[in-house]
């Protein structure tokens, strides 16, 4: 199974992006869906995450009241709303699916071990500058 993300780009400090994430084949009431991101030189971190069974979401304390992940299980799409980007944003974002909520929601909190996951997306360059 491979995640398809989107919505990377060039984006000034204080500014908007969308991120999408297409889950071909798996069911987003059953998969926790989150957003992991790694910076230049610097180990993955995780960003946000949405749980499968209610729906709940988790975020990261460098980028809480910033973001905000969706899902549209019609859709089969999860989304990172990301608002008043910094320059230290500047990351490839990556979607990752987990049939388990612990393993996402750890690496919201620590990056060691590293973020882990059943699957993976190829990620999208987020670039905040200018």
């Known amino acids: 199974v491979q995640l398809v993300e989107s919505g990377g780009g060039l984006v000034q400090p204080g500014g908007s992006l969308r991120l999408s994430c297409v889950v071909p084949g798996l069911r987003l009431d059953f998969y926790v869906i989150g957003w992991v991101r790694q910076a230049p030189g610097e180990q993955r971190e995780g960003v946000s995450c949405i749980n499968s069974s209610d729906n709940d979401t988790y975020y990261s304390k460098s980028v809480e009241g910033r973001f905000t992940i969706s899902r549209d299980i019609a859709k089969n799409t999860v989304y990172l709303q990301m608002n008043d980007l910094k320059p230290e944003d500047t990351a490839v974002y990556y979607c990752?699916?987990?049939?388990?909520?612990?393993?996402?929601?750890?690496?919201?909190?620590?990056?060691?071990?590293?973020?882990?996951?059943?699957?993976w997306g190829q990620g999208t360059q987020v670039t905040v500058s200018g």
């Open positions: 990752a699916a987990d049939r388990h909520l612990a393993r996402l929601f750890r690496s919201l909190h620590s990056q060691h071990p590293p973020p882990m996951a059943d699957y």
